[in-house]
């Protein structure tokens, strides 16, 4: 009897970050799969403990600080972050390995080849970014090298270029639903999601509104309009879908120009937990939606504006949409499907 397929998922796995790996992992076992998960923000003792406070110290007295750049020390977070992944290959003997972007060009080319000579381990890679012409560049010269590559937009390659799309939105009932008790939604407006210009551009236009905004790098680079909008850097499992239940409108704005395609996991994540979501204009809404549902969309920063004074007092509109929307995304794809659509197109000779 064949042994069930394995596979190793280095990703964010702390408690701070994008549960996407923790969605994917459980997607890989209830498809059957063995699954070992390899956290790619883990540091070394040495480093978190001792180094990091030695340069937070010179920094603190005005010296340079110390670069681990191009260090051939094992407890910088590069070489810790290969040494912990290749003790896993050498332990698990995964039948796959998937990467997410941008983690192929972290871990290095040679390094990758090294872990497939190991055990005769699959690379499958999967940019889960934006479309950005850098971060392109680097899938189009993964793809070359992997196994199998997949992508989350369309924009800026072809299937010459080795490389699949595949969406990374899909419902994760464990960590996104509703909760059973309906509670009235507080008078606000919130956003959830890293600083960029193009967030700050649209986040600008209505930070007269009762807006609060949670996400990392706002109160560095953010303007001053958004800066005093920020309640916190990070917010995750209870505490987001409490935050997203008791607010009016939960905003989806994607960071880069979505007239090139791909979409963020806002769009099924809100409506997963009930909310009302409000979020920018593309035609790829359709591919979850399929114009069955009116989604409340806007196209530049005074569309924004007007949408959001319009449903802060719409309550009655608001409810019914947002109830259309959470029963029409409870039928969409899982990720157990998501991966699955992965699994078929790696051709495994298992022992």
């Avoid at 459980?26 to 480093?47: A, K, N």
């Avoid at 005769?120 to 010269?141: C, E, F, M, R």
């Avoid at 924009?155 to 699949?164: E, K, L, R, V």
Wanted: include cysteine; hydrophobic fraction near 40%.
């Amino acid at each position: 009897m064949k042994r069930p397929p394995k596979i190793i998922l280095p990703f964010y796995f702390g408690h701070s970050g994008l549960p996407l790996g923790h969605s994917c992992a459980d997607g890989f076992r209830q498809l059957g799969w063995e699954v070992c998960c390899v956290d790619t923000q883990d540091e070394s003792f040495f480093y978190r403990y001792v180094f990091k406070r030695f340069n937070k110290l010179l920094k603190a007295i005005g010296l340079a600080q110390i670069s681990t750049a191009g260090k051939s020390w094992p407890w910088t977070p590069l070489n810790h972050r290969r040494a912990q992944l290749k003790k896993a290959v050498e332990t698990f003997r995964p039948d796959v390995i998937l990467l997410f972007n941008p983690f192929p060009k972290m871990y290095g080319t040679e390094f990758l080849l090294g872990l497939k000579k190991i055990g005769q381990t699959k690379l499958a890679g999967w940019n889960v970014d934006g479309p950005y012409d850098d971060l392109i560049a680097h899938s189009k010269a993964d793809a070359k090298v992997f196994d199998k590559y997949f992508c989350i937009h369309r924009h800026g390659y072809s299937s010459a270029d080795g490389i699949q799309y595949l969406p990374a939105y899909a419902l994760d009932a464990k960590r996104y639903f509703k909760p059973p008790a309906n509670v009235a939604p507080k008078r606000r407006i919130v956003f959830v999601g890293a600083y960029s210009p193009r967030r700050e551009e649209f986040l600008s236009a209505i930070a007269d509104l009762p807006l609060e905004i949670y996400g990392t790098a706002w109160r560095k680079r953010g303007g001053d309009a958004t800066k005093r909008r920020v309640m916190a850097n990070r917010i995750w499992g209870n505490d987001l879908l409490k935050l997203m239940n008791e607010s009016s409108i939960v905003l989806n704005i994607s960071s880069w120009d979505p007239g090139k395609t791909g979409l963020s996991l806002r769009v099924v994540d809100i409506p997963a937990t009930g909310a009302f979501m409000l979020t920018d204009e593309t035609p790829e809404l359709a591919d979850i939606f399929g114009g069955q549902i009116p989604v409340p969309t806007f196209k530049d920063p005074a569309d924004l504006r007007r949408q959001a004074i319009y449903f802060l007092d719409a309550d009655e509109e608001r409810r019914g949409l947002a109830n259309r929307m959470h029963e029409h995304i409870l039928r969409s794809d899982t990720y157990a499907d998501r991966m699955r659509a992965i699994a078929n197109e790696i051709s495994l000779n298992q022992a």
